[in-house]
């Protein structure tokens, strides 16, 4: 069955892009989830740090769904968004997007590959939750 073809958003930039490399693959030749689930936190912590302002620590992975896999030379694009702002933690809804990759050329096919929602909390020097500034 093939692939339904989506398009990348285009009402925001992509937090990180990232194309995979082969040592990043499972023993079935597609891109390991942990790898996916690694950049999806990192992106997911730079949207929180920027609303933070501050040091902050990752405390929940909400949700992670894999739709479709990602291969070796695809371009991975990672969207973030807030979701919910609470006194201490924020929750960062994330869409992850592969733009497949044939034989060395972008075939501009766009596919959304992962969707997951992780939950950072704002802690101070002593490693303690602390208040998020208000803006």
Do not use: C
């Amino acid at each position: 069955m093939p692939e339904q073809t989506e398009s990348l958003p285009t009402d925001r930039e992509p937090v990180i892009r990232i194309i995979p490399m082969p040592k990043d693959t499972n023993p079935n030749g597609d891109i390991f989830g942990g790898w996916i689930m690694s950049h999806a936190d990192i992106a997911g912590s730079i949207v929180a740090v920027q609303r933070i302002r501050g040091r902050m620590a990752t405390v929940a992975v909400h949700s992670f769904v894999f739709k479709k896999p990602v291969y070796v030379g695809d371009l991975v694009s990672i969207y973030g968004s807030i979701k919910r702002i609470g006194n201490t933690s924020l929750t960062v809804a994330l869409e992850v997007f592969a733009e497949r990759r044939m034989i060395g050329e972008f075939t501009g096919k766009v596919v959304r590959v992962t969707e997951a929602e992780f939950t950072y909390v704002a802690i101070d020097e002593n490693r303690q939750p602390r208040a998020i500034p208000s803006d």
